[in-house]
Every structure is written in structure tokens, then in C-alpha cells.
T-cell receptor, first 114, second 111 residues
Framework: DGGITQSPKYLFRKEGQNVTLSCEQN?????MYWYRQDPGQGLRLIYY???????QKGDIAEGYSVSREKKESFPLTVTSAQKNPTAFYLC?????????????FGNGTRLTVT | DAKTTQPPSMDCAEGRAANLPCNHS???????VYWYRQIHSQGPQYIIH???NNETNEMASLIITEDRKSSTLILPHATLRDTAVYYC????????????FGKGTKLSVKP
């Protein structure tokens, strides 16, 4: 089945540690996105990438970093500079700049930093 | 992207049609209306989208008013598994993916 895989589903880290969240897709989509969701809130865009080796900051990129070395993969690193890293992180993909192109989401990684 | 307004919550009886409204009065001519839903602790699921014509697929129907300032998502025969938060989003054709997800409508389907 084609889809987006995020791993792990739950992640626990100590404050001050960097942590990397995995996102892999086999939909042959060019564009990939990372969103953050806090309890009772909508989604906020962290980073997005329209093509391999290129990515742009979203609304809340501070304290995060990404890479896009392969079309299938878009890992997100939550650095120690992120002041409130505990959240639900969602990865998505879509066709690039194509009309009628919905986003396909993974099932998320819930990160808890203590 | 234009902003949307949705009621925070709605109830629906199982087996009945669920009609979820969305106001997008500042929508531009090239902005699509998208609907997603999110079941607790899962990623959002795409439901349907449209530009100005009404649309129907196996999950739902989307009715867009003639002036495009509002739309209604219709789940024709709601089941308990349709209980979720439903998001209405407007998106510029070919935009970079910066979808503005508001708080959505929490639909509770009751037996």
C-alpha cells in the first residue's frame, strides 16, 4: 500500500537533547511537509520541501531543522533550541504545484520532552 | 490563504445526514475549498475538495454556494466512526502547502 510512514509513534527525550523524527513516503510525491499540533489546536507548518535538496521555513521553524536528500524521506530534527518541543508532529506529502493536489498525512509522532 | 469559520461542535444521530457548514467569505477566485478530518491521535484524512462546482465522492458531498462564500460538507449516512474533528481549508491553486488549519468542528455521532 502506498502511504506515509512516521516513526516512532511515541518518543521520549530529556530536555537539552536533539531528536530526529522520521518520515518516509512511497507515493512518489515531490512535496513534503512537517506540521506541529498542540492539544485542542489546529496544525501549524514547520518546514516544507517542494523538491529534493530544497526546503523552506514555515510559520514556526525556529528550533527545528530538516533535510531532503532523497525524494522519499524528509526527517525533522527537534533541537534543544526549541523552547516547547512537546507536541504531536505530523508529516505530509503531495504532488508539487499541481492542481487538485490534496495532502496525504502520516499518523504522527507524539514527542514528550521532560 | 483565506480564513475559514466553522462551528466548534455539532452532534448527529447515527444513520442521519451530517451537514457541516464552513464560512469562507474572503475566498479568492482561484482558491479551492478542501475538507479533512482527524480522528483522535491520528493524522488528518483528506475527504473532498472543490473550486466552484458541487462535488461528490465515496465519502461525502461538498456543496459550494454560488458566490463561493460558504460551503457545506455532507456525510449522507453518518456512522459512529465518523466522529472526528472536521477541518475546512481554502487553498490557492498550486500554493506551497501552507494550509491554515483552524480548530475545526468536532462532530459527535450518537447512537
Amino acid at each position: 500500500d502506498g502511504g506515509i510512514t512516521q516513526s516512532p509513534k511515541y518518543l521520549f527525550r530529556k530536555e537539552g537533547q536533539n531528536v530526529t523524527l522520521s518520515c518516509e513516503q512511497n507515493l512518489n510525491h515531490d512535496a513534503m511537509y512537517w506540521y506541529r499540533q498542540d492539544p485542542g489546536q489546529g496544525l501549524r507548518l514547520i518546514y516544507y520541501s517542494q523538491i529534493v535538496n530544497d526546503f523552506q521555513k514555515g510559520d514556526i521553524a525556529e528550533g527545528y531543522s530538516v533535510s531532503r536528500e532523497k525524494k522519499e524521506s524528509f526527517p525533522l530534527t527537534v533541537t534543544s533550541a526549541q523552547k516547547n518541543p512537546t507536541a504531536f508532529y505530523l508529516c505530509a506529502s503531495s504532488m508539487r504545484d499541481v492542481n487538485n493536489s490534496p495532502l496525504h498525512f502520516g499518523n504522527g509522532t507524539r514527542l514528550t520532552v521532560t | 490563504d483565506a480564513k475559514t469559520t466553522q462551528p466548534p461542535s455539532m452532534d448527529c444521530a447515527e444513520g442521519r445526514a451530517a451537514n457541516l457548514p464552513c464560512n469562507h467569505s474572503t475566498i479568492s477566485g482561484n482558491e479551492y475549498v478542501y475538507w479533512y478530518r482527524q480522528i483522535h491521535s491520528q493524522g488528518p484524512q483528506y475527504i473532498i475538495h472543490g473550486l466552484k462546482n458541487n462535488e461528490t465522492n465515496e465519502m461525502a458531498s461538498l456543496i459550494i454556494t454560488e458566490d463561493r462564500k460558504s460551503s457545506t460538507l455532507i456525510l449522507p449516512h453518518a456512522t459512529l466512526r465518523d466522529t472526528a474533528v472536521y477541518y475546512c481549508i481554502v487553498r490557492v491553486r498550486g500554493s506551497q502547502g501552507n494550509l491554515i488549519f483552524g480548530k475545526g468542528t468536532k462532530l459527535s455521532v450518537k447512537p
